[in-house]
């Protein structure tokens, strides 16, 4: 069965760094597009970015451009997401999920993790 | 304010069948297909339609969604208690590249 597991979640001053991996099980990690999506508490769902399954492609919100960077090792089967000069509102659970589409990109997400919370505070 | 525009509450009775609303633009649901996420208290979301109107397996055929022009809609029929949970519709936008959440709709079973 498919399996997402979200790690590297914890609480980082603001300003610095945090990296977040994702490994996934249960399907061929390397044909499917990876999604990152938070939740701030008490908010409604946020999209972060996307990577395409051979890791060529990548789109970002506005919010994550020039400080987030997806990226994939599909030989680990495992997703990341670096997040750098980290703010207040970067609070927030985020979750990695999986693409529907077979290679092509279909933006439906199918498999969710449980997600890994990241606090920013000083 | 979310990019997708979803009334923030709705409710409704056990049996009843309730609407939820979900308006966008050309860009992003007029050219584009809609999915619809449950996210009960708690938990991470689960796709509930995708392709504006397809149930993934294991999706009881209450849920029903359509879409027309720019605008999308999720029904929920024969409501029952274990629907009450958060709603929300997504879509890729193509101006912005970016994907768009709508704001989420808490539906509650009275």
């Known amino acids: 069965q498919v399996q997402l597991v979200e790690s590297g979640g914890g609480v980082v001053q603001p300003g610095r760094s945090l990296r977040l991996s994702c490994a996934a099980s249960?399907?061929?990690?390397?044909?499917?597009?990876m999604h990152w999506v938070r939740q701030a508490p008490g908010k409604g769902l946020e999209w972060v970015a996307v990577?395409?399954?051979?890791?060529?492609?990548?789109y970002y919100a506005d919010s994550a451009k020039g400080r987030f960077t997806i990226s994939r090792d599909n030989s680990k089967y495992t997703l990341y997401l670096q997040m750098n000069s980290l703010r207040a509102e970067d609070t927030a659970v985020y979750y990695c999920?999986?693409?529907?589409?077979?290679?092509?990109?279909?933006?439906?997400?199918?498999?969710w993790g449980q997600g890994t919370l990241v606090t920013v505070s000083s | 304010q979310s990019v997708l525009t979803q009334p923030p509450s709705a409710s409704g009775t056990p049996g009843q069948r309730v609407t939820i609303s979900c308006s966008g633009s050309s860009s992003n649901i007029g050219s584009n297909t809609v999915n619809w996420y449950q996210q009960l208290p708690g938990t991470a979301p689960k796709l509930l339609i995708y392709s504006n109107n397809q149930r993934p397996s294991g999706v009881p055929d209450r849920f029903s969604g359509s879409k027309s022009g720019t605008s999308a809609s999720l029904a929920i029929s024969g409501l029952q208690s274990e629907d009450e949970a958060d709603y929300y519709c997504?879509?890729?936008?193509?101006?912005?590249?970016?994907?768009?959440f709508g704001g989420g709709t808490k539906l509650t079973v009275l």
């Open positions: 249960g399907f061929t990690f390397s044909s499917y597009a």
């Open positions: 990577i395409s399954y051979d890791g060529k492609n990548k």
């Open positions: 999920a999986k693409d529907q589409g077979f290679v092509e990109m279909e933006t439906s997400f199918d498999y």
């Open positions: 997504a879509a890729w936008d193509d101006s912005l590249n970016v994907l768009v």
